[in-house]
């Protein structure tokens, strides 16, 4: 692995580190990788799942509910994965959120947000309270990040397909945690993934470097005064770390750099020539030591660096306008109450339609025990669905891919519930419910699309209630939804989805 290292980056990274730590370092990339998994919290408990966890776990000591597991587990080979009870994620891929701080009843963005691994590491710390916007400008990745939001059951997200300087107008000043999960060169993912190699060696770090100022500068006028950003990479690179943050800080005074505690520190002495040509402030210098290195060669994980910055709580009014030197493209990657129900809240591109909720509310009064999810908030684009979270600013005009939790469809005169309803939900929320052990052949085989027998007996229903067992099932393995089943006399019918199902 060492020889196919790009000549350039080995030289780059001798000179920055120096020839004794450098052989550390190189020795690193003949290690084995490490894997890691992150219970979401959002659907189970960390000491409920570790009590039924089959596999082989150890504590990532940066990340309060992630772990290592080994390479000979699959972890996405089980049914639990497909419950969505944890996300399959690099370790140190874990610790950006972990120094957001993310709090319950915050409102939160991670700007580029797909494939979503560090989406729903948030979404699982706002514990369904709050609003979560996620977005990424690459359409063919937000189909990753609206599949694994839905696998893990969130039901605050909004989901954007939008360039950053067309969200100004709607989040200024909105937001109280923002993440940047910087498009950079990807250095720290050598080890992992031996093509982004070739990545490297077609795209410049300077290309990278101009796209992460910019979005800096963009996530800035989206935070409340006093809020926090946290700005991550994958890479060694200075020019892509500290040079960006020591450059923000002297553009931004009412922003300063929280110190991280635990990685190796930021290295202010590596902002000088050739790597960078700028010249930063003596207090921009000194706060970038603050900023955090994660190296391969020091931690069980690969490279990352992160930066936690913080707002003033009272900024100068003229700090709070829109710039227009982030309004440029970079590149990279509210409706409420009755009127809202009657289809009012609309795609920009669908036709204004009156849609009758009355299939919906039946839907919810058969099978639903408690309200999940507020009919006073519910918007309809076309036919369909979705619960918005509450306090969400007027989104018109922008690629709204999810403006909230999807419900369902309403479609001549029927409903019919969405897999995301299903994931969302939990089993103490349906009046009908079947629930199958991991180790139940049925349960392999529901994920796999099949129809299933399933004795009368067998279908959890309120003992209070007199209530047919026909009609829409919530199957679960072991009490956690996986998706939706039709039962009639003995037999379930499978509505699993085709796109998810066990291959």
Not at 210 to 219: D, E, F, H, T
Not at 271 to 296: D, H, K
Not at 349 to 367: I, Q
Request: glycine content about 10%.
């Amino acid at each position: 692995m060492t020889k196919q290292l790009p000549a350039l980056f080995r030289e780059k990274m001798i000179d920055l580190l120096g020839e004794d730590e450098f052989e550390q370092f190189l020795e690193s990339y003949d290690h084995p990788r490490t894997f890691g998994l992150r219970v979401n919290t959002a659907k189970i408990d960390k000491a409920d799942f570790l009590a039924k966890s089959p596999f082989g776990l150890s504590a990532v000591p940066w990340a309060s509910e992630g772990f290592y597991y080994e390479e000979g587990e699959r972890p996405g080979k089980h049914p639990y994965y497909h419950a969505g009870l944890y996300y399959i994620q690099e370790p140190s891929a874990m610790a950006p959120v972990e120094l957001l701080q993310v709090r319950p009843g915050e409102r939160v963005l991670d700007l580029c947000a797909a494939p979503g691994g560090k989406s729903t590491q948030i979404a699982a710390k706002l514990q369904g309270e709050g609003v979560l916007v996620v977005n990424d400008i690459h359409s063919d990745r937000v189909k990753a990040l609206v599949k694994n939001l839905e696998l893990l059951g969130v039901r605050n997200a909004v989901v954007l397909n939008e360039k950053p300087e067309r969200m100004l107008k709607a989040f200024q000043g909105y937001f109280d945690k923002i993440l940047i999960d910087a498009p950079c060169s990807g250095e720290g993912m050598f080890r992992k993934e031996e093509e982004m190699m070739l990545q490297w060696e077609r795209h410049s770090v300077q290309e990278f470097a101009s796209m992460q100022r910019v979005l800096l500068g963009q996530a800035a006028q989206m935070l409340a005064p006093g809020g926090m950003i946290v700005y991550s990479t994958c890479t060694f690179s200075p020019e892509e770390n500290e040079a960006q943050i020591a450059e923000f800080l002297d553009k931004h005074p009412a922003f300063d750099v929280v110190p991280v505690e635990g990685f190796g520190s930021g290295r202010p002495d590596w902002l000088r020539a050739p790597w960078c040509e700028e010249q930063f402030s003596t207090r921009a210098l000194e706060a970038v030591v603050g900023t955090a290195r994660l190296w391969p060669h020091r931690l069980r994980g690969e490279g990352h660096y992160v930066a936690v910055l913080r707002q003033d709580a009272v900024v100068e009014a003229g700090d709070a306008g829109i710039d227009a030197d982030y309004v440029s493209a970079s590149g990279v990657g509210k409706r409420s109450g009755r009127e809202a129900l009657r289809g009012k809240g609309r795609a920009e591109t669908s036709p204004r339609a009156l849609v009758s909720l009355e299939p919906l509310e039946a839907f919810s009064g058969e099978l639903l025990r408690s309200e999940p999810f507020a009919l006073s908030r519910l918007v309809c684009y076309g036919e369909h669905a979705y619960a918005s979270p509450a306090g969400l600013p007027e989104l018109h005009g922008l690629k709204v891919v999810r403006p909230g939790w999807y419900i369902g469809a309403l479609h001549r005169g029927r409903f019919e519930p969405s897999h995301a309803l299903a994931m969302g939900l939990r089993m103490l929320e349906a009046k009908r419910a079947l629930s199958l052990a991991s180790s139940d052949e049925r349960a392999l085989r529901y994920l796999k699309g099949e129809t299933l027998e399933v004795a009368e007996s067998e279908i959890i229903r309120d003992p209070d209630v007199t209530q047919a067992a026909k009609g829409y099932c919530l199957v679960c393995i072991e009490d956690h939804p996986v998706g939706w089943g039709k039962w009639h006399d003995g037999m379930l019918k499978n509505e699993y989805p085709p796109g998810w199902r066990w291959t």
